[in-house]
């Protein structure tokens, strides 16, 4: 969005008329040849066809396209627009399919010699925490990634991550397309801009960038992205829960439904529209979780993607905002051991007939819950891009029990679960919507592999429980039948770090938080607890904020 | 306790007796279960557990099992049960997955029985076996069920569901040694106590996982399971396959269901969400609930009914934190408030018809109920014997197919291209489109324009006989000839409707006599909106397709004298025959006659016969110095009676052709929305040339502007394809003219015809000329030119 000069709005706006025929512009090539038969978004649309011909017709137009650009005059970059070399670019590097990949990077280097200047990648893969030949080794299924390619016509990052875990990778997917672009209550633009919203209070920007194209691209007004204050009121009235979602969801009360639902309220929303608005806004805000979780590096068009400047050893090759490796590789020593004392704790867990009485029991939950876990590592001020989203830019999440404070209810499970409650509720307002996010807990709840670093054959139940039901315990949220013991010797302290940080101040994570945990875990591995939080961290804030909704119903 | 002792065998429903009534509860209910007797009632939560006993009309809080300082999660109860064989006995669920039992013979505070902790997760379900007193059965999230004897200290089998959590375990009342368990996954397993390695059966009962399962309580087999996709479902498990054989769709998950006693049809539910009512349901009438208890203010988490043998009582725990005994009597029934009667178009303009037989038959002399029946039709349910019965309603369903003539609008297209709307005298565009419309055989909208002509023609100055004695005298004939209209216009509608009834499915449903139906009309009660809608369009078809009737009036009309050619068009208008005396009517049938003959003095001879023949019965009878404006009331009433029919038509063409007669009569709003709707009809058949012709004559602002929007034309110079801006036959480009005659060689700056084919041509009249002598394309290129 940002990164579209006058160049690349004339290159995609205004060649439609004289496209394709060489007849029509001799008379007039004079003022407005450049911009003539540089690949627009419709032939890169082209290229996402399943029809393999199609395919190859669009890729042939494509290339002739911008090999004729180089050819008409000898005056710079200036004939082929910045946003094109920058699509080339993403091709060239994350397109799953061979052919396209290998022609975009065979016109970018002939246009390097024609003495353009072409953009360089930042980034050496996905994500900045795992190497990216431990990707692409792990072995994502390329199916996946022709498919979403196909059907998205991009493959970013988090899909590039995600990959190693398929079948969830399908299922969010599948989500993350009916929210945003299937039937529903709000209109696509404003779909977008939510997520941009809400992506913004966790100063990702990495999201903010990716939806703020959707936006433009769904047809929104570009004035809104410069700061709330130009977006409707209506929009502007979700922020107090926006904020709230992001950082303390168990402050939210029916009164804030409210004040958006109730017939005097001004901007008026109505319970679908509502329910649409809070389950986008979760689902970024546990996405931001992923994004920083993962180290998901900016996309090659994004701000901080991309440089046309020449690689210089000076210059270490990572932008600001995405940590890139703290050397965590030098404790490997003790990390076999500690695999070995895991495995043994799980075991004993599952045979362990020890009785704890009633007090015990709250005791460790409250133990788990306010645990001093130090996050709060102080990073740099977010881009101007993000900071003008935000507003009460102070608001955190804060531990659910502040010593020596009254602290808020905790929420029981068993009074208000998403599989009794909270899925009738979505299914009843946002119908398909229930169906899909419950299938996607379920996914994320029973994914295994059955293994454990180099362990084969193990039953790592427990181990999941004990992170989701940890995560459901930052956010206040306590199972009565769960023993909050075996979270704390299931956890170990960097691990909770990790989890707590990303659950709860994703954007203050780094490589070195990162690399700290399970530090003989496969990569693949540290993403499924990745998931692990994601989705626990979402259901947590659904699960608030649609209680709220059934009070205010009621 | 002393209660308890005094009833121990079951009672005859004379035995308990009480009334609607409620209590509040310190926290809201999770579940609650009744002792055998029906004495007393235990109610349970995350924070409550204890013991109501039921009075005749309060309930008294007897114990509070809930002791200690810190009450343990123990207490935090999921579910409960009360043996229905040793009265002192209760089990509960915990939803930290404790098991415990309650001895309230104990003599201690504390009334704590056994404690299994066997479960990992939330159990639950807890269920006593129906005759065997010390057999307990759990079901929890872990996955697994228990059967405890309580003599021993732990469970004596356990059954695994394969990890998939247990929503529900009931024992069956047929079976000694069968229990079904209902699964998170949608499932149902059947299983027989004695085999804790394999279920005896299972099938997929439900979407999503399944609340609750209810054993039918008289042994037959029966099941019944509720789920969170919003059904409930009966299952035949005698059969080798589970065979659902009813199916309820209600309006959200199902919490709990529970089979009504003595009823062998009847269920009860409640919803986890949403919905906070209980729903009494026949399940063979699934589409609306016998009963509903609408009392809660909260969703409804336990609900049992009070006595085994006694369908009357029924007793719900809430979140709301109120326990509530119900009585059947105090039910609300969803189906007296529902509407009894029907009425759809198909896609080809059938008109389907449904309506209670009652409804009906009031109609028709054969069962003659009471008037006020129509007015009140839930009188029939409420006699006192039939509260036990769903309301036996038959409904009878008519098909009306329009035959295909009246269907299609062809009327319609022609009547808007033959009307003329001016440019001749008014006296003429009325007989022209009273020809018109007789021509269409619309007789009524035919007479409709001849009485108008009459009305407005200019009043001649006749010799004014005595007013009184004159209009009386009017008055005589003309109410003769209006009963005898009725019987005919009676018969019409009969025949009509008996050839319509060719297709009614029910042959003793009949409509028959028009008249009944017409007075339905009158009575403004809601229930006859809908049979309102069907009358008039019976109607309005009438004088589509009825040919016969009518025209068999026209032929009378031409030859002989008839009166009866304007009463027609107020017969139907009015209901005159309910009120002959009505002062209004008359009035306007007064003065028909007289303007008759004010306005026709000369213009008589050109105008149509009937009209004529008018003139020559009311000409004695005149009262010629009312003014045109006199009628303007009634005008108005006419044409808001054909808007309001649904021939808009005829009410902007009158709008059109009266002009200023009227005009100042109708608010401009009214008028604005005629001509938007007559206007939106004739473009949706394509009449652009008649809606364009309407628009210009039409008075109001609004519309008349219609036709000032975009009426800019934007062209391209020819040449060099760029839109001229300054003027319209020169490019200021390139500086070419665009447009040249072929003919004359000269800029055309008018109008500019070309032919299609070559694309040649110029000024209208040049080519014109040119065509007269020639085929051939005036430029020379050889084409030959069509121009039309």
């Known amino acids: 969005m940002a990164s579209n000069p006058a160049a690349g709005c004339l290159a995609n706006g205004e060649n439609k008329p004289g496209r394709g025929s060489g007849s029509g512009c001799s008379s007039r090539h004079r003022t407005e040849s450049e911009c003539d038969v540089a690949p627009n978004l419709k032939s890169l649309a082209r290229l996402c066809s399943r029809d393999e011909e199609e395919r190859a017709a669009a ?93 998205m016509g991009r493959v970013d990052h988090i899909t590039m991550v995600m990959a190693l875990h398929p079948a969830y990778l399908s299922c969010f997917l599948r989500t993350q397309h009916a929210l945003l672009e299937m039937d529903g209550p709000l209109p696509r633009p404003w779909r977008h801009y939510i ?97 920083w979780g993962c180290g998901v590096n900016p996309e090659p068009d994004h701000i901080g993607g991309y440089t046309f400047q020449l690689p210089s050893p000076i210059h270490p090759a990572h932008s600001p905002q995405c940590p890139a490796h703290e050397d965590g590789r030098q404790e490997i020593v003790d990390g076999a051991m500690e695999v070995e004392v895991l495995m043994q704790r799980m075991v004993e867990l599952q045979l362990q007939e020890e009785e704890c009485t009633q007090e015990e029991m709250v005791t460790r939950f409250e133990r788990e819950r306010s645990e001093s876990i130090p996050t709060a590592v102080v990073r740099g001020a977010p881009p101007d891009l993000v900071l003008r989203l935000v507003e009460d830019q102070e608001f955190r999440y804060e531990d659910f029990a502040p010593k020596g404070e009254q602290s808020p209810n905790t929420m029981r499970a068993q009074d208000y679960s998403w599989e009794d409650h909270g899925f009738s509720l979505v ?124 009070h205010y119903m009621r | 306790m002393e209660k308890m002792s005094r009833v121990t065998t079951a009672l005859g429903s004379s035995a308990i007796s009480g009334r609607t009534m409620f209590c509040h509860l310190d926290a809201p209910a999770n579940a609650i279960s009744v002792c055998r007797d029906a004495s007393q009632v235990v109610v349970a939560g995350r924070n409550i557990f204890k013991i109501y006993a039921l009075e005749e009309d309060q309930f008294v809080e007897k114990l509070n099992l809930r002791v200690g300082r810190k009450p343990s999660l123990n207490f935090s109860c999921a579910d409960v049960m009360w043996h229905q064989m040793e009265e002192n006995l209760l089990a509960t669920a915990a939803t930290n997955g404790a098991v415990v039992t309650w001895n309230l013979g104990k003599p201690s505070r504390n009334k704590q029985d056994q404690l299994f902790t066997e479960h990992k997760r939330t159990v639950n379900k807890v269920c006593f076996h129906p005759t065997e007193v010390y057999m307990l059965l759990s079901g929890s999230q872990d996955g697994f069920m228990k059967c405890f004897d309580l003599r021993k200290k732990e469970s004596v089998s356990t059954f695994s569901g394969q990890s998939e959590s247990v929503r529900d375990v009931q024992f069956s009342m047929k079976d000694y040694f069968t229990f079904a368990a209902s699964f998170e996954n949608g499932n149902v397993q059947l299983w027989d106590i004695r085999r804790p390695d394999r279920y005896e059966r299972m099938f997929t009962a439900h979407t999503g996982p399944v609340f609750c399962c209810d054993w039918h309580p008289d042994d037959r087999g029966w099941l019944a399971t509720g789920g969170r996709d919003k059904m409930v479902k009966v299952w035949d498990m005698t059969t080798n396959r589970a065979k659902e054989i009813f199916c309820v769709q209600t309006i959200a998950s199902v919490a709990r269901v529970k089979w009504r006693p003595e009823k062998k049809f009847h269920l009860a ?69 529902a509407n009894p009667e029907g009425l759809c178009f198909g896609l080809f303009g059938d008109l389907a018809f449904a309506a209670k037989e009652s409804l009906i038959s009031s109609d028709s002399n054969r069962k003659p109920y009471p008037g006020g029946d129509r007015r009140y039709p839930i009188f029939f349910f409420k006699k006192p014997d039939q509260t036990e019965q769903f309301a036996h309603v038959s409904s009878a369903l008519s098909v009306f197919e329009t035959d295909l003539d009246s269907n299609c609008m062809d009327w319609f297209v022609k009547t808007a291209q033959l009307y003329l709307l001016c440019g001749k005298p008014f006296a003429e565009l009325c007989d022209h489109n009273a020809k018109v419309a007789r021509e269409l055989k619309r007789p009524q909208v035919s007479t409709t324009w001849t009485m108008l002509r009459i009305m407005f023609s200019d009043p001649a100055n006749l010799t004014p006989g005595p007013n009184h004695p004159l209009s009386k005298l009017g008055t005589l004939p003309l109410m003769n ?65 009825d040919d016969d009737l009518y025209s068999m009036e026209h032929d009378n009309q031409t030859e002989e004298q008839e009166y009866t050619l304007p009463q027609e068009a107020f017969q139907l208008r009015h209901e005159i025959m309910d009120n002959p005396s009505a002062p209004e009517h008359l009035q306007q049938d007064k003065a028909d ?140 480009r390139c500086h070419q003219c665009a447009s040249v005659c072929a003919v004359c060689h000269h800029v055309v700056k008018g109008l500019f015809v070309w032919c299609q084919g070559c694309n040649h041509g110029g000024h209208l009249e040049h080519i014109r000329n040119w065509l007269k002598s020639s085929a051939h394309c005036p430029a020379g290129c050889g084409h030959l030119c069509e121009y039309t």
């Open chain 2, 481 to 545: 000839s209006f009963n005898m209209k009725e019987m005919n216009s009676g018969m019409g509608a009969e025949s009509r409707l008996e050839r319509s009834k060719g297709e009614s499915r029910q042959d003793n449903s009949h409509l028959e006599p028009g008249n009944s139906l017409i007075s339905n009309n009158n009575e403004d009660n809601e229930e006859t909106e809908g049979s309102d809608g069907q009358a008039e369009y019976m109607f309005g078809d009438a004088e589509l397709d």
């Open chain 1, 195 to 291: 997520v941009v919203m809400a992506a913004a209070r966790h100063h990702c920007s990495y999201a903010v960038q990716q939806h703020s194209a959707g936006f433009l691209e769904a047809g929104g007004e570009e004035s809104w992205l410069s700061g709330l204050q130009h977006a409707p009121t209506k929009l502007r009235s979700l922020q107090t829960l926006n904020k709230l979602l992001a950082h303390r969801p168990w402050l939210i009360t029916q009164k804030h439904v409210q004040e958006l639902v109730c017939p005097g309220a001004d901007p008026r929303w109505s319970l679908a529209e509502l329910i649409h608005a809070v389950v986008l806004m979760a689902h970024a805000h546990s996405l931001c979780s992923f994004v």
């Open chain 2, 593 to 732: 006659s007289p303007h008759v003959s004010g306005n026709e003095a000369e213009v008589t001879c050109l105008t149509p016969i009937e009209s004529f023949s008018l003139i020559s019965i009311s000409q004695p009878l005149f009262t010629p110095q009312l003014p045109a404006s006199f009628f303007c009331p009634i005008v108005r009433e006419m044409l808001s009676y054909y808007a309001e029919k649904g021939d808009v038509q005829m009410a902007v063409s009158v709008l059109i052709v009266l002009g200023e007669r009227i005009r100042k009569e109708i608010d401009d709003l009214t008028q604005e929305h005629w001509y938007t709707s007559y206007i939106d009809l004739l473009q949706r058949f394509e009449l652009w040339n008649v809606s364009n012709e309407v628009i210009k004559l039409s008075t109001c602002s609004a519309i008349t502007c219609l036709n000032q929007t975009s009426t800019t034309l934007h062209i391209n110079c020819s040449n060099c394809k760029r839109p001229m801006s300054n003027r319209g036959w020169i490019c200021d």
């Open chain 1, 59 to 151: 890729l042939e137009e494509l290339s002739q396209g911008v090999l004729l650009c180089l050819g008409l005059d000898q005056h710079g970059s200036a004939r082929l627009s910045e946003l094109t070399l920058l699509h080339l670019l993403r091709l060239s590097r994350s397109c799953p399919l061979q052919e396209v990949r290998g022609r975009a990077t065979e016109l970018l280097r002939t246009a390097q010699e024609q003495g353009v200047e072409v953009p360089r990648a930042l980034a050496s893969g996905p994500s900045a925490f795992i190497p990216a030949k431990e990707i692409l080794k792990e072995g994502p299924d390329q199916d996946i990634l022709i498919e979403s390619f196909l059907s």
């Open chain 1, 427 to 550: 299914n009843r307002l946002l119908p398909d919507m229930g169906q899909l996010l419950d299938e996607k807990f379920q996914v994320v709840s029973n994914l295994t592999y059955n293994r454990m670093a180099m362990h084969e054959d193990v039953d790592t139940h427990t181990l999941r429980k004990a992170l989701w039901n940890y995560i459901h315990c930052l956010y206040g949220i306590r199972y009565d039948d769960y023993d909050y013991g075996s979270v704390n010797v299931l956890l170990e302290r960097s691990l909770k770090v990790f989890v707590k940080t990303m659950a709860c101040h994703p954007e203050q994570t780094t490589a070195r938080v990162y690399h700290d945990f399970w530090r003989h875990f496969r990569q693949s591995e540290k993403v499924h607890a990745n998931l692990i939080v994601m989705e626990a961290r979402l259901q947590a804030a659904l699960l608030y904020v649609l209680r709220a909704i059934t």
């Open chain 2, 269 to 337: 539910t409640c919803s986890m969400m949403v919905d906070h009512n209980i729903y009494v349901w026949d399940v063979r009438r699934p589409f609306i609930p016998f009963a509903t208890f609408e009392e809660h203010k909260d969703v409804t988490t336990g609900i049992v009914w009070r006595h085994q043998h006694d369908p009357h009582f029924l007793l719900s725990g809430s979140k709301d934190s109120t326990l509530y005994q119900h009585m059947f009597k105090d039910a609300t029934r969803p189906v007296d408030k």
